[in-house]
C-alpha cells in the first residue's frame, strides 16, 4: 500500500512537514527509482507548496541533460557511483534553486551487478544549507524491494539533516 500508512509515507508526510515549518524547498534528481520518491512525496496533500519537483534521469544522456551530470564523469565513475549521485544532487538543484536536493542512483537489478558494483549497490546524496551527505545501501531483495529501501533510505537521510531525526542507518 502507498502512502502515510506505509513507512516511506509517513517520512514524506514528515519530510513535507519538516520542510512547511522551515519554508524550505525540495527537488530531486532519480534514476534507479524511477520517480518513486517524487511520488511518495506528492502523495501528500499540500506538497505543491514545499516540491518543486524532479527528473528521472535513468539513461545516461538523461543524467547530463536534465541534471548537469558531466558525461565524463559519468563513463569513469559509473552511474551508480557517489561522485554522479553528488552531481545530480548538485545539478538538480543548481537548476531548481531550492534549499534541499536529493539523487538517487544505483543498481535495481536483477541485471546490470558486477563483482565491484553488485545488483543493490544505491547511493543517495542530498545537499542543503548543512552541506552534501552521501549514503551507500547495499539493499536486497527483488527490484521493487531494492527501490523501496533506497526511497526510504532517501526520506530518512533528507530528516537526518534537516532536524537530526528520522530513522539513521547506515552512511557512506
Same mark, same amino acid.
Given at each position: 500500500m502507498i502512502g502515510p500508512t506505509t513507512d516511506r509515507g509517513r517520512l514524506a508526510v514528515q519530510l513535507c512537514s519538516t520542510l512547511r515549518q522551515r519554508k524550505e524547498t525540495l527537488s530531486a534528481a532519480e534514476s534507479c527509482t524511477g520517480g518513486w520518491l517524487a511520488r511518495e =512525496?506528492? $502523495? =501528500? !496533500? +499540500? $506538497? #505543491? *507548496?514545499i516540491f518543486w519537483g524532479g527528473v528521472v534521469t535513468y539513461a545516461d544522456? $538523461?543524467? #547530463? /541533460? &536534465? %541534471? *548537469? +551530470?558531466? %558525461? =565524463? &564523469? /559519468?563513463?569513469? !565513475?559509473g552511474a551508480g557511483s557517489a561522485e554522479v549521485a553528488v552531481a545530480l544532487e548538485e545539478g538538480i538543484r543548481g537548476r531548481s534553486g531550492t534549499d534541499w536536493s536529493v539523487s538517487i542512483t544505483g543498481i535495481a537489478g536483477p541485471t546490470g551487478g558486477s563483482p565491484e558494483k553488485p545488483v543493490g549497490t544505491v547511493w543517495i546524496a542530498i545537499a542543503g544549507r548543512s552541506g552534501t551527505t552521501t549514503r551507500l545501501i547495499m539493499a536486497t531483495g527483488s527490484r521493487d524491494e531494492i527501490r523501496a529501501e533506497a526511497v526510504t533510505e532517501a526520506l530518512d537521510l533528507l530528516l537526518v539533516a534537516m532536524e537530526g531525526g528520522g530513522r539513521s542507518s547506515g552512511s557512506g
Open positions: =512525496v506528492t $502523495a =501528500v !496533500s +499540500g $506538497a #505543491s *507548496d544522456e $538523461a543524467k #547530463s /541533460i &536534465l %541534471a *548537469d +551530470g558531466p %558525461a =565524463v &564523469l /559519468i563513463r569513469t !565513475s
